[in-house]
Every structure is written in structure tokens, then in C-alpha cells.
């Protein structure tokens, strides 16, 4: 059964840093890109960052460019997302999900909430 | 970056009716990479419709993708109780954008 599981959500201060953490199983972790994707409280969909299988291509949304690295261990099938310089509307809800194919996403983890507050 | 406006906002309908909900992209998107997926209250998003017109694995043929370029659509062509929920589109062709979600009620 393919699964992915988040670790890492906390509450942390404004300029505070965290490292999220996606564990995966049941597929071929390298052969798959993978994002991260973020909900703040009540609100909608927004797509963070993307890797591809081999580390080779990474993209950023343009709110997390300079503050937020991706990374991938294929050796432990995991996938990592270090934010730094965390800002209030930084809180949400973040999944991790697989990208398949051509980037569609066909699996997600259930999420880790992020709290940035003073 | 590719800007997606999903309309309506809600969509107000009954069970058994059909569902139309729009997603147009504020320039092209290349190779349709457009997907479109539903969200329950307090679960992370399913993949219904992948290459603007696919369904994925195990998704009911009540739901059907169309569209190329610009704009797209999804349609639910009778709404069972369980499709009223929100629903996004996303493209995938330049990077990747989500659009503000269509919340279909009863």
C-alpha cells in the first residue's frame, strides 16, 4: 500500500525555523517527484515546492523562494522541507504528495500543521 | 506564473442534479497538465481528472473532465450525496499553481 507520513509540525515564533519530514512506502520512492502543498485554516490549496526523483530539478512558489529548502533522501525514502524565517501567514496545514506521470498528484499524507505565532 | 480562477465560488444544487464547475487559466497550459481533485472536511485531496480529460484510478465515471488551453471544466454528472464537498483544479505545466477551490453544497 503506498503511504505517506508527515512529521515535524509544531508551533514556532515569527523568524523561528523547522524541518518537516515525509516518510514513504509502498512504491519506488525514486522514481516519483514529489511536492509539498500547503492549506492555512479555512483556506485553499497552495503548491510550496517540487523535486524531481534524482534531486536534478527543484521549483519553489515564489512565497517560500529564499526562505524554504526541499530535499529528498532515496536511500531513506524520505522527503524533507526546511523553512526558515517562518512569518505568520506561514501557518497552514502541510502535505506532502506524490507527484506521478507528467506531475499530476495521486497520493497524499494526512498533513502536519505548522502554528507561527507569537 | 499561470494564475487559475475557478467559478463558481459555491455552487448551490440538489443530489441527482449535474454539476459544471470552471477553471480558467490566465494563459495557456502547455500539453493540458491540468488536474482537478476533491477535498472532504479534514482529509487531504483525492486525484479525480489528470491530463484535463483522464480519471484517475477508481474515480466514478459521474465525473468528467474537458477542456483544452485556457479553459477547462468539470463536470459531475449526478451529484451524489458524498460529491458535496470542494474541489480544485491544478495546472502542472509551468511550474504549478492551484485555484481558489468551488465548494459544490446542497
Not at chain 1, 533522501?73 to 496545514?93: F, G, W
Not at chain 2, 474515480?59 to 473532465?65: A, T, V
Not at chain 2, 471544466?73 to 450525496?81: A, D, K, Q
Request: proline residues 4%; contains cysteine.
Amino acid at each position: 500500500e503506498v503511504q505517506l507520513v508527515e512529521s515535524g509540525g509544531d508551533s514556532v515564533q515569527p523568524g523561528g525555523s523547522l524541518r518537516l519530514s515525509c516518510a514513504a512506502s509502498g512504491f519506488t520512492f525514486s522514481s516519483y517527484s514529489m511536492n509539498w502543498v500547503r492549506q492555512a485554516p479555512g483556506k485553499g490549496l497552495e503548491w510550496v515546492a517540487y523535486i524531481g526523483g534524482s534531486s536534478s530539478t527543484i521549483y519553489y512558489a515564489d512565497s517560500v523562494k529564499g526562505r524554504f529548502t526541499i530535499s529528498r533522501d532515496n536511500v531513506k525514502n524520505s522527503l524533507y522541507l526546511q523553512m526558515n524565517s517562518l512569518r505568520d501567514e506561514d501557518t497552514a496545514v502541510y502535505y506532502c504528495a506524490r507527484g506521478r506521470g507528467y506531475g499530476e498528484n495521486d497520493c497524499w499524507g494526512q498533513g502536519t500543521l505548522v502554528t507561527v505565532s507569537s | 506564473e499561470i494564475v487559475l480562477t475557478q467559478s463558481p465560488g459555491t455552487l448551490s444544487l440538489s443530489p441527482g442534479e449535474r454539476a459544471t464547475l470552471s477553471c480558467r487559466a490566465s494563459q495557456s497550459v502547455s500539453s493540458d497538465y491540468l488536474a482537478w481533485y476533491q477535498q472532504k472536511p479534514g482529509q487531504a485531496p483525492r486525484l479525480l481528472i489528470y491530463g484535463a480529460s483522464s480519471r484517475a484510478t477508481g474515480i466514478p465515471d459521474r465525473f468528467s473532465g474537458s477542456g483544452s488551453g485556457t479553459d477547462f471544466t468539470l463536470t459531475i454528472s449526478r451529484l451524489e450525496p458524498e460529491d458535496f464537498v470542494v474541489y480544485y483544479c491544478q495546472q502542472y505545466g509551468s511550474s504549478r499553481t492551484f485555484g481558489q477551490g468551488t465548494k459544490v453544497e446542497i
